[in-house]
């Protein structure tokens, strides 16, 4: 992302005046879920309700200003001690609202901003979906917590590790066609979501087109005509139960990859570990440049 990107992403997410490392509040911006949000003062009391966002702030310096966190976060160890909130679309809002947040972060989808605003609160919804998104969010976040210059030295660092892997990536010359699983429905993602990017980045050649969507439902028969040379994300056995699968050219070749449990979590956040993601990926596609 060069910085005429990150430029125009910060005037779109925020606005501001003047240019410091340390935030001058109150603070207004336009929130995912496209609202004009307050921010009267520093956050000192942050409730998190995405596993991503909580480990973004850890990243950047907050992680003592969360005072809760959704079902899911469970990295750093630190946030595993935190109250539980319950999760996106079973939320605790009276636990909530019991820890006197002086701000929510939500997502856009699961409709926390209705009850946690009725109630008083501010609540910004903030929920990267695009490779891009991932480093323009983070450093909407820290503007928002008085943690920018953490928030871009993090961005940096993140850049700094997903190009030495891609310089081992990028000139390989067999990159195979690949359908990558996030759920047995199934679900897949498209080239411009921030996993499709990682999946391309690492050298594969995605068989989702744009046109479908960043996280499409996929229809199996499509999944069989594209016949890739490379599955990721179920194991063999349940590929291979599917109809029609055995005919798929990655069943035959034995390039059925089941994704660990760790890396899988990481693949899923858009958050401050999408480089170690990304080089789990590269390993289980070019295994031998990492030898």
């Given at each position: 992302m060069n910085r005429t990107f990150l430029t125009a992403a910060l005037t779109g997410f925020l606005t501001l005046g003047g240019a410091s490392a340390s935030t001058t509040y109150p603070l207004t911006l336009k929130d995912d879920l496209g609202r004009t949000v307050t921010v009267k003062a520093e956050p000192k009391r942050i409730v998190s309700m995405l596993p991503s966002t909580s480990e973004t702030l850890c990243a950047i310096g907050a992680c003592e200003k969360l005072v809760g966190v959704d079902a899911y976060s469970d990295y750093p160890q630190q946030v595993t001690k935190l109250p539980k909130m319950g999760g996106l679309y079973d939320p605790n809002i009276e636990a909530i609202i019991a820890q006197k947040p002086d701000l929510v972060l939500v997502s856009q989808y699961g409709k926390l901003e209705g009850p946690l605003t009725?109630?008083?609160?501010?609540?910004?919804?903030?929920?990267?979906?695009?490779?891009?998104?991932?480093?323009?969010?983070?450093?909407?976040?820290?503007?928002?917590?008085?943690?920018?210059?953490?928030?871009?030295?993090?961005?940096?660092?993140?850049?700094?590790?997903?190009?030495?892997?891609?310089?081992?990536?990028?000139?390989?010359?067999?990159?195979?066609?690949?359908?990558?699983?996030?759920?047995?429905?199934?679900?897949?993602?498209?080239?411009?979501?921030?996993?499709?990017?990682?999946?391309?980045?690492?050298?594969?050649?995605?068989?989702?087109?744009?046109?479908?969507?960043?996280?499409?439902?996929?229809?199996?028969?499509?999944?069989?005509?594209?016949?890739?040379?490379?599955?990721?994300?179920?194991?063999?056995?349940?590929?291979?139960?599917?109809?029609?699968?055995?005919?798929?050219?990655?069943?035959?070749?034995?390039?059925?990859?089941?994704?660990?449990?760790?890396?899988?979590?990481?693949?899923?956040?858009?958050?401050?570990?999408?480089?170690?993601?990304?080089?789990?990926?590269?390993?289980?596609?070019?295994?031998?440049?990492?030898?």
């Open positions: 009725q109630a008083g609160l501010t609540v910004v919804a903030v929920n990267p979906e695009t490779y891009d998104e991932v480093f323009s969010k983070t450093l909407t976040l820290g503007r928002v917590v008085n943690r920018e210059a953490q928030a871009r030295a993090l961005v940096t660092r993140m850049k700094s590790d997903i190009a030495r892997v891609e310089i081992l990536t990028r000139n390989v010359v067999r990159k195979p066609t690949a359908y990558l699983e996030i759920d047995p429905t199934p679900y897949s993602v498209g080239p411009n979501s921030f996993m499709g990017v990682l999946l391309t980045k690492a050298g594969a050649r995605n068989i989702i087109p744009a046109s479908m969507g960043d996280f499409p439902k996929v229809d199996p028969e499509f999944i069989v005509k594209a016949n890739p040379q490379l599955i990721l994300g179920v194991d063999a056995k349940t590929a291979g139960a599917r109809p029609g699968w055995n005919s798929i050219g990655a069943l035959k070749t034995g390039r059925v990859v089941s994704i660990p449990d760790e890396l899988n979590t990481m693949l899923g956040r858009p958050g401050p570990r999408l480089s170690l993601a990304l080089r789990g990926l590269a390993k289980l596609i070019h295994p031998e440049l990492f030898k």
